[in-house]
């Protein structure tokens, strides 16, 4: 069939425009990645709640209260709000005021014991919500955390900025699995340190050079890096930014491929609350070049 001269330019015309772009070219569209970024940020119980924090002792008690001899000293409600004592992976919530619930119900007057705090169990108060929790799946430095709505931080908070789109720092690494068994060491903001396993390693070229990205393990069902690079010293995080990557192409126990977007790195959350712990960069993690992808540095806006 002979197509009409008319209707061929028209055809012409439309695949020249942005319609028609190469498979191969990148649709540099963030705005959901950041509205989903906005959304936890902003969640009434997530990181920017917390306005308090403290370790529990093993073998001793730990009090929540506006008491002036509580451990943990709240702003508001009952004088004792309710203690916690810790004996290794157990602990026990007793003395607690009538508005304290677990798992749908308030403390019994005998207490009640929590053996297995690494589900994320959480008691309530009123609008309160409080957590023990410890990194790397460790029993060996558990904390406390007190979540508030009404925190100083997530009131205040104005949105985060980003570095415009760049399909540069989109990038296709070769991912080089470790053996089993190696270890290193990840420190955290508040000064604890834990032991990880080591998956494997990214390995990528930015400007003729090869470099290297260890994950600090699977979370979400993602590979999660801490990175550090040159815009550290003038407009994004000093302690570590975060990325998740997908799974390598193969799995992360086989040679394959991985896709570093570095325009979804992000923030730790202590970079928005002085209360949360955040695993920080490790040395082999920290790029002698600058990577403008991704967000900025909250504390400057």
């Known amino acids: 069939m002979r197509i009409p001269l008319k209707f061929g330019l028209f055809l012409l015309a439309l695949c020249c425009s942005s319609c028609?772009?190469?498979a191969s070219t990148p649709v540099l569209d963030y705005s959901a990645f950041h509205a989903e970024r906005?959304?936890?940020l902003t969640d009434p119980h997530g990181y920017l709640s917390t306005v308090a924090s403290e370790s529990l002792p093993d073998n001793a008690d730990t009090s929540l209260g506006?008491?002036?001899d509580s451990s943990i000293v709240l702003p508001d409600g009952p004088a004792r709000l309710?203690?916690?004592h810790r004996a290794g992976n157990v602990l026990t919530v007793f003395k607690a005021a009538p508005e304290v619930i677990f798992m749908g119900k308030p403390i019994p007057e005998g207490g009640v014991i929590i053996k297995d705090w690494q589900k994320w169990q959480t008691l309530a108060a009123g609008s309160l919500r409080i957590q023990v929790y410890s990194r790397a799946d460790s029993y060996d430095q558990p904390r406390i955390r007190i979540l508030d709505p009404q925190s100083p931080q997530l009131k205040s908070f104005k949105g985060s900025q980003w570095y415009a789109p760049a399909a540069q720092w989109r990038i296709e690494a070769k991912w080089v699995p470790l053996p089993k068994g190696q270890k290193y060491t990840?420190?955290?903001s508040l000064g604890g340190t834990f032991s990880r396993d080591k998956p494997g390693y990214a390995e990528f070229s930015a400007g003729?050079?090869?470099f290297r990205l260890t994950p600090i393990g699977i979370e979400e069902g993602k590979l999660f890096f801490i990175f550090l690079d040159e815009t550290r010293k003038v407009d994004t995080d000093r302690g570590g930014r975060f990325l998740l990557a997908p799974l390598p192409s193969n799995g992360a126990e086989k040679p394959g491929?991985?896709?570093l977007d570095f325009n979804e790195a992000t923030n730790p959350f202590c970079e928005y609350?002085?209360?949360t712990d955040c695993p920080r960069a490790m040395a082999e993690n920290i790029l002698p070049f600058a990577i403008q992808a991704g967000e900025k540095r909250y504390e400057d806006q």
Do not use: D, R
């Open 186 to 188: 990840e420190t955290t």
């Open 20 to 22: 028609c772009k190469p």
């Open 257 to 259: 491929t991985v896709v």
């Open 38 to 40: 906005f959304k936890t």
């Open 66 to 68: 506006t008491a002036s």
């Open 82 to 84: 309710l203690t916690v």
């Open 273 to 275: 609350s002085p209360f």
């Open 208 to 210: 003729g050079k090869s």
